[in-house]
């Protein structure tokens, strides 16, 4: 089955840096989204990039997506201690009705 | 701006019992979904719901757990006869399906077995 793995597991910087998370999967993909959970909170869905783009942006979220090494990023640029929390990636398969199979998630604490 | 609601955020329950988890999805949205998250790992998809009926199902979705759209409004999630193991957040998610599939969740009810 599809797994959505993130690296690093937990990664900590100091506000105004850039942060960049890493995913990667095992089978093909319709798409593949981006969603932030803050300490016991529900999941808020960032970005979404479909199998057949390479690179979106959504403010200070650039995701890039390599098909052939199945493998994602997000890079959050410039950020700020409100930043801090997990985030994960999840794919969506080419035959599901919108099933999310989600990896372990990278936990970002960003220092102010 | 529209959003997912849960009820209850917390529910404590004794083990053997059943528990109806309700969920409130975005109101212009066709398909719904129920995920799970046990303390400390990844959250996992147990079920998708499209047009009155199941469409898709995961290995934990066993004969314990049901379905429902009573009405128009609402999705629920029943456990018959709950277990220790089934302490987990369990999210609600809906989407409007078109093309990407993208989801709106819900806060979450942390269910506890006693």
């Known amino acids: 089955s599809q797994q959505g793995e993130e690296d690093p597991q937990a990664l900590s910087i100091q506000e105004g840096e850039n942060a960049t998370m890493n995913c990667s999967y095992k089978t093909s993909i319709n798409n593949l989204q981006w969603y932030r959970q803050n300490s016991g909170r529900g999941l808020v869905h960032l970005i979404l990039?479909?199998?057949?783009?390479r690179e979106k942006h959504s403010g200070r979220l650039r995701v890039t997506l390599d098909t052939s090494k199945k493998s994602s990023s997000l890079l959050i640029t410039a950020s700020r201690a409100a930043d801090t929390a997990s985030y994960f990636c999840a794919t969506v398969g080419g035959t599901s009705y919108g099933k999310l199979t989600f990896g372990q998630g990278t936990i970002l604490t960003v220092h102010p | 701006e529209p959003e997912v609601t849960q009820t209850p955020s917390h529910q404590v329950t004794q083990m053997g019992q059943e528990v109806i988890l309700r969920c409130v999805p975005i109101?212009?949205?066709?398909?719904f979904y129920w995920y799970r998250q046990i303390l400390g790992q990844k959250v996992e998809f147990l079920v998708s719901?499209?047009?009155?009926?199941?469409?898709?199902k995961s290995e934990i979705f066993d004969d314990q757990f049901s379905v429902e759209r009573p009405d128009g409004s609402n999705f629920t999630l029943k456990i018959r006869s709950t277990k220790l193991e089934d302490s987990a957040m369990y999210f609600c998610?809906?989407?409007?399906?078109?093309?990407?599939?993208?989801?709106?969740f819900g806060p979450g009810t942390r269910l506890t077995v006693t």
């Open positions: 109101s212009n949205h066709l398909y």
């Open positions: 990039i479909r199998s057949n783009e």
């Open positions: 998610a809906s989407g409007t399906g078109t093309g990407a599939y993208e989801q709106y």
């Open positions: 719901f499209y047009n009155n009926e199941i469409s898709e």
